[in-house]
């Protein structure tokens, strides 16, 4: 079999394990998950948003001991939203047509109860690191099921993946954006040793940051990921406004795609349904297990805070980011048949509505997306590697891994890689979920602790102590919680009811 054969088995593969496996098996789990959790993502909102402003605690020499909660929700949208929120979506809708759209929406708001579950527990589970806290799915399978080896074989699968195949991805991603826009000025051929500056621009850039830790990673994000969601979405709303008159017919098309009796006799809202499912899977993660990653790294008070930030986080992707590019495509082409495929039609609507410039504002959206994505990659990445070994060089050889795979991906094909990793992604994302469903009823319980705090008017504080009967849990100790024990005068006596 030829490596071009292996790669067109693999993305049949990837294709049919999503749609009749990974579909049906998140579905089905995502509406058990809002039932058991009283619709926690729908219910709680208010919660989020204060969980997210929520300070991390410090040691006794004043200095941040792990990342905050808003930390840990940048650089897990860091890895969420990449490139797959233009180019993904405006491909989904290439072929799903309009309806796409809401079958977009409508996952997110299910899933995003995964989210919340899978978080929840990361957050429990979570041990202490050298820079941050450290956790995810590998930990709450070591810790939660108690089998460490299939956490070694879950970090491993985790780390070719997310940290290096899908950091490749992003690499060749932003070669193809920037060689885009240069070409409309110059003769590609003229150019051919783009690939290679880029390359070393990139890598040098990825060293700096990653061998930094991921406190350095934390910082470059949160100053990073708003200006690029800023960016993005103030494009969107001006070419919004500029076009308000076309919002209606806009709206409409995505509820009529959605369930026009038609279109379903004729097939149509099955293509809408499979497109706007797998690219609320693939764009928000929820469930997924990679996000967990991150979640485990914030400082918080009790595990179900940054359950909850962390289902903001499905909203902020799917609701917004990815909304935001399927306005963008609708509004220039009403018939999507018109179009070109994916990035080509956000690209000439931004040109359309905006002028010759936009075609450069869009490669350096595209650039800071898919670059800070090779930041949440690594940090997905590096919470498996301190899973398999706590020693620092590792780390070490892993921050410059990482770096290489960035320099390879921006001067050599990675479709192999890239159609490897869709097929492990399937994998991973089904082993995360069994194990979420067989831990789910311990986040159950720690939501039911959380809101009976809130029931009494405190603000939720978690001790391992408080649920002895909940084994191995390394951290949640009065001197993580310590601030928040101060606050509250140290009153930990609370009675924790079984209704919410």
Not at 362 to 379: D, E, K
Not at 404 to 420: E, H, K
Request: a neutral charge; hydrophobic letters at 50%.
């Amino acid at each position: 079999m030829t490596l071009a054969n292996l790669n067109d088995w693999l993305g049949t593969s990837e294709g049919w394990l999503w749609t009749f496996i990974g579909m049906p098996v998140v579905v089905v789990l995502a509406i058990y998950f809002t039932f058991r959790t009283k619709a926690v993502q729908f219910r709680m909102l208010p919660a989020m948003f204060k969980s997210i402003t929520e300070k991390a605690q410090r040691d006794e020499d004043r200095n941040t001991k792990s990342l905050s909660a808003f930390q840990a929700f940048i650089v897990s949208a860091a890895a969420r939203v990449g490139t797959g929120n233009v180019s993904g979506v405006a491909g989904a809708l290439f072929i799903g047509g309009p309806g796409a759209v809401m079958w977009m929406w409508i996952m997110a708001l299910f899933t995003s109860s995964a989210s919340f579950i899978e978080s929840t527990l990361a957050q429990l589970y979570k041990t202490r690191g050298e820079d941050t806290y450290k956790g995810g799915p590998a930990f709450y399978i070591h810790r939660g099921l108690g089998s460490r080896g299939f956490g070694v074989f879950f970090a491993t699968l985790f780390i070719f993946c997310f940290a290096l195949a899908f950091t490749s991805l992003q690499s060749n991603t932003i070669v193809d954006a920037v060689s885009g826009a240069v070409g409309a000025y110059t003769d590609p051929e003229s150019v051919t040793w783009l690939p290679w500056v880029l390359g070393l621009v990139l890598a040098t850039m990825t060293a700096v940051i990653v061998l930094g830790g991921m406190r350095r990673v934390a910082f470059v994000a949160q100053n990073l990921v708003p200006l690029m969601a800023l960016i993005y979405v103030s494009f969107g709303l001006v070419i919004v406004l500029m076009n308000i008159e076309e919002l209606p017919r806009v709206i409409g098309q995505i509820v009529d795609g959605a369930f026009n009796v038609k279109a379903a006799v004729g097939g149509g809202i099955g293509v809408a349904i499979v497109q706007g499912v797998q690219r609320g899977m693939l764009s928000n993660e929820a469930g997924m297990g990679s996000v967990p990653n991150v979640a485990a790294t914030a400082s918080v008070s009790h595990p179900v805070k940054q359950g909850l930030t962390q289902t903001l986080g499905v909203y902020f992707d799917t609701l917004l980011i990815c909304s935001i590019t399927a306005f963008i495509v609708l509004i220039a082409f009403p018939d999507l048949g018109q179009g070109g495929e994916g990035l080509v039609m956000v690209q000439e609507s931004l040109v359309g509505n905006l002028g010759a410039w936009a075609a450069i504002a869009l490669a350096v959206i595209m650039f800071l997306l898919a670059f800070t994505s090779v930041l949440g990659n690594f940090s997905y990445g590096e919470a498996n590697v301190n899973f398999i070994t706590r020693n620092k060089r590792v780390r070490t050889l892993f921050a410059l891994a990482v770096t290489a795979v960035v320099f390879l991906g921006a001067v050599i094909s990675v479709d192999l890689a890239w159609s490897l990793a869709g097929v492990t992604m399937v994998f991973i994302a089904m082993i995360n979920l069994v194990v979420i469903t067989i831990l789910a009823p311990t986040a159950l319980k720690l939501l039911r602790h959380y809101n009976a705090q809130r029931a009494q008017g405190l603000d939720p504080v978690f001790l391992a102590t408080d649920m002895p009967e909940i084994k191995n849990i390394d951290c949640w100790t009065e001197e993580d919680v310590s601030d928040h024990l101060t606050q509250r005068g140290y009153q930990r006596k609370v009675s924790v009811s079984d209704t919410e």
